[in-house]
Structures are given as C-alpha cells and as structure tokens.
C-alpha cells in the first residue's frame, strides 16, 4: 500500500521549471562512463503486526530484515542515439523471524512456512536515448498511476518490459509501457506477484498503459492515463493538482484523483485465484491541505462507486494514487466513502532540521465485501521521522511508523490489529 502520493504530485508540479525542458538531453551526454552513477540502500526493517481478537488467523506476524539495493546506471553513449544500461541488484537478509511469525512480506517462506535466511534478485536494461526521450527494456522499476511497483517492504518490486518517455515538448511528459512480468517484493522469481509457486501461472498477463502530464504553469498539473491488463481490467485515471503560495511562509493545496475501472477478457480479479467479479467502478479522492510556517492541516474524502472494489495489484502493488491509501487499509471497498483527517509538523521550523512527526485517522462505511455488507473500518496511523544532516552518518533516516486498525464489522478479514514498523536507510553513493 502506498502511504501518501502528496510528493509524487509535488514533484510533477515542480516538473514545470526543470524536467521538462526543451533542451536536448542526449546533446548534453558526456559518455557511458563519465555520467555513471552508482549507489547502494541499505535498509533495516522491522515489521510487526498484532492481530487482536482474530480466532481464525495469526495472532501475530513479527520479523526483522536487512535489504540492500544496488543500482548502476550509466550514462549514454555521445551521438545522435545515446545507449546506455541500468543494473539492479537486490538482497535480503533475515535478521528475526519465527514459524508462528512469518508471513509479513519481508521474507520468501519455505514449505516448512519458515523464512529463508536470505534472498536476492536483480536485472538490467537496456536504455536508448534519442534528444528528450528514452526507451528501456529490460528490468525498470515503474511510477505511472496504473502501473507503479510497490516498494514498501524490505526490497521492492521489479518489473520486466519496456517503456518510453518523451520530454520533447515544454512543459509535457508522456510514456507508454509493455510490461510482461513482475518479481514481487519478498519472492525472487518472475510472475510472482500474489502467487505462492514459481510456474503458478496467475500472474501478471500482458499489460499496457499510455499517458502524460502536462504541467499548465508551476503550480497547476494534469494528468490522464490508461491502461489494460489482460484477463483482468482496463482503467482511466486523471488527476488534477493546484498548489498556490500564500506568503512567504502560507500555502494551500488541492489533489483530486480518479480511477474508472472495467473488467477484460476472463474478468480475473486476484492473481492468487482463479476467482472472477464484475468490476465496473469509480474510485475518485479530493485532498486539501493548508501550510503554515511548520504545520500542514490535510483533509481528504474519498469513494468508490459502482460494482467491485477499487482492484490493483496485479499491474503493481503501488498503482491505488488515492489519498486513504494508508498502512494497512486503502479504503477501497465497494460503495465504501472514507475521510481523513492529517495532521504534519516540520521540526526544522524550531531548530531541529531533518525531524518530522504526522498524524493522520480515516473513517470509512458502506464497504461492501465477501465477509460483509454495508461494513465500518478506521486506522490511525503515527509517524516520526529523522534524517541525519551532516558528518560521517550523513543521510541516514531513522522512521518509526505505527498504526492502528479496527473494523467491527470484519471488512478484510482482520477485525483488528496494532502495526508497527521501525526503519533506518542508509543511501550511499559510489559514483
């Protein structure tokens, strides 16, 4: 589940003065070696969940892991078309976990239902540039709001395909995508999301999208995608952002988001099954939030009409750009409405840069599911966070997230249960 979209919009918005420039990228290229970069994550993660009156399932899920991302990704090669490649590499350690325990995403299980020790996974791409736009092929992680890789566990998904962006025009970005697998976030083979076997075959079919942003001025952004994923559903999404500087130390801005969603083909809606539903839906949220000086106030509402839940997942466990997609709950049901009320304070104001704390409560009702009609959930979820801003420990961050969850009338299967995450990340760079 992806947390907060806010940044990914802010960064279309600010897309407006800088990526979308007119200047041909490839003119500027200084060769394959000279504009390498190389970097390796480390993240260390704890991941608790405390499943409380739940007497069909886990009374907990605990376990501890240590992730490294390695990425290399060179420059292009000087010339009319510039060539290049991108290589990831991908391992995870168990640091602590436990056959009652498993089970929180972190770790590949074993048949005993134990967790390995360790794992790890990795590609490359191929990259051609021409000007102001790349093709790739070959493993690439995603960001499209119908096909976004999920990296909220110890390592991230890894999507194989192709993919175009096209910065040529000011002010637009558009890219299209063929996509044909993915490896999900704790397995380490291809087709693996939602899937328990390497050959299950209930994967990722083939999967499409087309779209762009196109950015009116620095603080009004737009966007429309599709995407069509066979066997299983066809979206639209649009957005529409504004942000707008009152004073030197005031602002406000407005998020509005919305998926359209109709089943394809076998109408398949979960790759671990071979169930299918009808999926004809709306999913839309309008967020707002008001800045002042080291406060943000954020308000947001959000529903789902139509047949069917919002269904993601499939085409990247990321793709769900609406504003209750929280820790544990999206908000997603059928006919579910859901509101959120956040609260965030930037410590830096008061003299403490790199500390943050938020806050945020989201009440839903109307969830129609399998386990209940006309269901109620809320999650409160608390976060602090500190990155370090100088000597030798220089953009290390330290994050402690915990979340609350409770659904009197069962909606997915966990009625209630206390999460907590504990994460430190490391980013250093070797090129």
């Not at 990228?25 to 993240?43: H, M, N, P, V, Y």
Request: net charge negative; aromatic share 10%.
């Amino acid at each position: 589940m992806r947390v907060m979209k806010w940044s990914m919009i802010a960064l279309a918005v600010s897309a407006g003065t800088s990526q979308f420039a007119m200047a041909s990228a490839q003119d500027d290229s200084k060769g394959f070696i000279e504009d390498s970069t190389a970097s390796i994550l480390t993240r260390t993660l704890y991941f608790s969940r405390d499943y409380r009156n739940n007497d069909t399932g886990p009374s907990r899920r605990e376990e501890t892991g240590l992730g490294f991302h390695g990425l290399f990704s060179s420059g292009y090669t000087q010339g009319t078309i510039g060539v290049g490649v991108d290589v990831i590499g991908l391992m995870g350690i168990k640091l602590d976990s436990g056959k009652g325990r498993a089970g929180t995403g972190l770790f590949p299980n074993g048949s005993d239902g134990r967790a390995q020790d360790e794992y790890s996974k990795g590609g490359a791409a191929v990259k051609f540039r021409i000007s102001n736009t790349v093709l790739k092929v070959g493993d690439q992680y995603t960001t499209a709001p119908v096909f976004a890789s999920d990296d909220s566990r110890l390592l991230p998904e890894l999507p194989q395909g192709i993919s175009i962006t096209s910065n040529e025009i000011k002010d637009l970005k558009l890219e299209a995508g063929h996509f044909t697998s993915i490896v999900a976030q704790d397995q380490t083979y291809r087709d693996s999301i939602g899937s328990s076997e390497p050959g299950s075959n209930r994967g990722l079919r083939d999967a499409n999208f087309v779209g762009g942003v196109y950015a009116w001025s620095p603080e009004f952004t737009t966007s429309l995608y599709y995407s069509k994923v066979e066997d299983y559903w066809r979206k639209l999404y649009a957005n529409v952002n504004w942000t707008h500087a009152l004073s030197d130390d005031q602002s406000v801005a407005v998020d509005f988001n919305i998926y359209d969603t109709k089943s394809d083909g076998a109408g398949l809606v979960r790759a671990d099954k071979d169930s299918t539903t009808k999926l004809d839906n709306r999913a839309f949220s309008l967020q707002g939030a008001y800045t002042i000086g080291a406060h943000t106030f954020t308000l947001a509402a959000q529903k789902v009409s139509g047949d069917g839940q919002y269904g993601y997942g499939v085409d990247g466990g990321g793709t769900i750009f609406l504003a209750n997609s929280i820790a544990r709950s999206d908000f997603n049901a059928e006919g579910e409405k859901s509101f959120q009320a956040r609260y965030d304070i930037n410590m830096a104001t008061f003299g403490i840069p790199g500390l943050s704390f938020m806050t945020r409560y989201v009440t839903g009702s109307g969830a129609n599911t399998n386990l209940t009609s006309n269901g109620k959930e809320w999650e409160r979820d608390i976060e602090a966070k500190y990155v370090i801003q100088s000597g030798a420990a220089k953009d290390l961050s330290l994050r402690l997230r915990q979340a609350t969850y409770r659904s009197s009338d069962n909606v997915y299967g966990s009625p209630s249960l206390d999460e907590l995450r504990l994460i430190a990340q490391y980013p250093l760079n070797i090129l």
